[in-house]
């Protein structure tokens, strides 16, 4: 088992910069990067960020020049910085252990999902 715990979600105004880290434990062998998926209310599940521990990134379009992701290897630790947030980017903000040595933005790639953290964006 792999648990995955969030930190860092909040409320912000439209604007704003928000940093989400997400930290890994347990049977982490297996795990090869760690993505960020939102769900908004009323809305699917979606793919926002991933990285694998080999440094490669892959990023919705929407969120491309405003979203970092990065990793800290040794502390098996994700962090998805959020710049010049937009109110429909309100959603619980999940990390997910990536199970494919390469990018994927399909949900079924992701093993392992930590609780969610929400994230909301006010006018």
């Known amino acids: 088992q792999v648990q995955l715990v969030e930190s860092g979600g909040g409320l912000v105004q439209a604007g704003d910069s928000l940093r989400l880290s997400c930290a890994a434990s347990g049977r982490t062998f297996g795990v090869h990067g760690m993505g960020w998926l939102r769900q908004a209310p009323g809305k699917e599940r979606e793919f926002v960020a991933v990285?694998?521990?080999?440094?490669?990134?892959d990023y919705l379009d929407s969120v491309k020049g405003r979203f970092t992701i990065s990793r800290d290897v040794a502390k098996n630790t994700v962090y998805l910085q959020m710049n010049s947030l937009k109110l429909e980017e309100t959603a619980v903000y999940y990390c997910?252990?990536?199970?494919?040595?390469?990018?994927?933005?399909?949900?079924?790639?992701?093993?392992?999902w930590g609780q969610g953290t929400q994230v909301t964006v006010s006018s």
């Open positions: 990285i694998t521990w080999s440094g490669a990134t």
């Open positions: 997910a252990a990536l199970s494919t040595r390469w990018t994927s933005r399909r949900l079924e790639d992701y093993d392992y």
